[in-house]
């Protein structure tokens, strides 16, 4: 009997480590530019399954096809380096400084049940995922478009560790300014992280999400932009 009951409280760790590692996926899962690749368009023809003649008769078709006019590899490039996702929200720079936590509590939004329908923990569940998992990440919100937070952000020690999030601009000419994978920050997980000014840095302390603001004119006079960041944990992206 202890042992179906150790292992039924296992499962029920086990799902919502699930539960956790899915809304912290699905939270922090930012945009990255190359998603443009699926925004193409469709080139040449589609065609519907067909029988074993009619995919023979596509086959001689499609060989005899002069693909190149069709691929257009620069306009597909083009097409992805001025990506940007619909809703993009950009954010005001930083003038008064703040440091803050956010609480990560989070209430599911569906049942969670077994390989046997049994809810295992209901709709409206509360936990905070950072007491299941650890979330080594630090993430760095800046505005693509304004240099004085690019060049603040290349100087930085971030530059080299922490995901580059950026609430406007283009991602692909950030991307080649820093030599770094550059992402798109979702309007849920501004949300989510109460990012209200940019540059801001994310990393976890403890339970909570820090938010730490960044005021880059000041970093400008002063000439030091790593003179209060040190005891901000960096991590590898």
């Known amino acids: 009997m202890r042992r179906k009951i150790g292992l039924k409280v296992m499962s029920y760790k086990f799902a919502l480590l699930q539960v ?3 809304f912290l996926l699905a939270v922090f899962a930012p945009t990255d530019g190359m998603a443009a ?3 193409l368009g469709t080139f040449g023809n589609t065609y519907p399954i067909a029988e074993k003649n009619a995919i023979e008769e596509m086959k001689k078709k499609a060989a005899q096809t002069d693909w190149s006019k069709h691929l257009d590899k ?8 001025n990506f940007r996702p619909q809703g993009l929200r950009s954010l005001p720079r930083v003038t008064d400084p703040e440091t803050f936590l956010v609480d990560m509590t989070y209430s599911l939004e569906f049942d969670i049940t077994d390989q046997r329908g049994v ?8 936990f905070n995922p950072l007491d299941y998992m650890d979330y080594p990440r630090t993430l760095v919100f800046i505005d693509g478009s304004d240099k004085d937070q690019v060049q603040w952000l290349k100087s930085s020690e971030y530059v080299g560790t922490a995901m580059i999030l950026v609430t406007d601009g283009v991602f692909w000419d950030v991307r080649k300014e820093l030599n770094r994978h550059v992402y798109y ?10 990012v209200k000014a940019v540059p801001s840095i994310a990393y976890q302390s403890g339970r909570y999400m820090e938010i730490k603001e960044v005021d880059v004119e000041a970093k400008i006079e002063t000439n030091n932009p790593d003179s209060d960041t040190d005891s901000i944990p960096l991590f590898a992206d």
């Open 20 to 22: 956790t590692a899915f």
């Open 185 to 194: 920050a979702t309007n849920q997980i501004i949300d989510r992280l109460g």
């Open 74 to 81: 620069e306009k597909q490039a083009k097409a992805i380096k």
């Open 119 to 126: 809810i295992i923990y209901p709709k409206g569940f509360t």
């Open 37 to 39: 690749i699926r925004t």
